[in-house]
Nanobody
Framework: QVQLVESGGGLVQAGGSLRLSCAAS????????MAWFRQAPGKEREFVGG????????YYGDSVKGRFTISRDNAKNTVYLQMNSLKPEDTAVYYC?????????????????????WGQGTQVTVSL
């Protein structure tokens, strides 16, 4: 498993932007598909987006398509989530997740049970 630490959350006005980072420990980062999930109070954990081992394929949840971009830097063991045009309904705790050798289509199904490792989460709050 890898250990994951998220950063970059905070308070932003609607229409603004934030970039989240997730730093991973270990030397086998590029064996892991990486994803972001989010969870708002009283709601289930929701798949936001994912990126394949190499970074060549990305997948997004319907609610964020066209606004969020996921990327990874394997040299830095880091995955990013660029969030633009933020809305109040994007308010949630955002979690980074890693799935060892996880196939892209399985990752894109958005089932949290497919992921091996999770970060502690970072709060994103979008105000009107």
């Amino acid at each position: 498993q890898v250990q994951l630490v998220e950063s970059g959350g905070g308070l932003v006005q609607a229409g603004g932007s934030l970039r989240l980072s997730c730093a991973a420990s270990g030397r086998t980062f590029n064996n892991y598909a990486m994803a972001w999930f989010r969870q708002a109070p009283g709601k289930e954990r929701e798949f936001v987006g994912g990126v394949s081992w190499s970074g060549g394929r990305t997948y997004y949840g319907d609610s964020v398509k066209g606004r969020f971009t996921i990327s990874r830097d394997n040299a830095k063991n880091t995955v990013y989530l660029q969030m633009n045009s933020l809305k109040p309904e994007d308010t949630a705790v955002y979690y980074c997740a890693a799935g060892r050798f996880l196939a892209g289509q399985i990752m894109a199904s958005g089932n949290p049970a497919n992921f091996d490792s999770w970060g502690q989460g970072t709060q994103v709050t979008v105000s009107l």
